[in-house]
């Protein structure tokens, strides 16, 4: 049971945050190649199976802080236009993505551990 201030936690013991999660899922998209924001989102979307999709106002003010703290840099495609914005990671982003991405392991593996004991004992799942 998780003590915080000394008083029990009631809430389910969720191991990474939302935007810890679309965040470290940005910079390694971003290992991959040059993205813009809606293709992005499209993109967690369809590697997760269309089960769940970050909105548009997550993965927006994300990128912004990311180029803010000069992670990503960003660039429009058009800029008399400035419709759509790429984006590329930094040296800096790829050191930054490799601390969080070691850091968030565990994390996924302490979720993992929980939905497959839900699974095994209320499910009778193997």
Request: cysteine-free.
């Amino acid at each position: 049971m998780t003590v915080y201030k000394g008083e029990r936690q009631r809430q389910f013991p969720t191991t990474i945050g939302t935007t810890s999660f679309v965040k470290l899922y940005i910079l390694h998209l971003l290992t991959e190649k040059h993205y813009y924001g809606n293709r992005i989102k499209d993109e967690i979307s369809k590697r997760l199976n269309n089960k769940w999709t970050p909105s548009p106002g997550m993965i927006y003010p994300l990128l912004r802080e990311l180029e803010s703290e000069g992670y990503i840099e960003g660039w429009w495609e058009e800029p008399e236009k400035r419709s759509i914005r790429r984006y590329k990671i930094t040296d800096e982003g790829i050191k930054h993505y490799k601390v969080i991405h070691r850091q968030s392991k565990e994390a996924f593996d302490n979720s993992l551990f929980i939905v497959k004991a839900v699974l095994t004992d209320i499910y009778k799942e193997k």
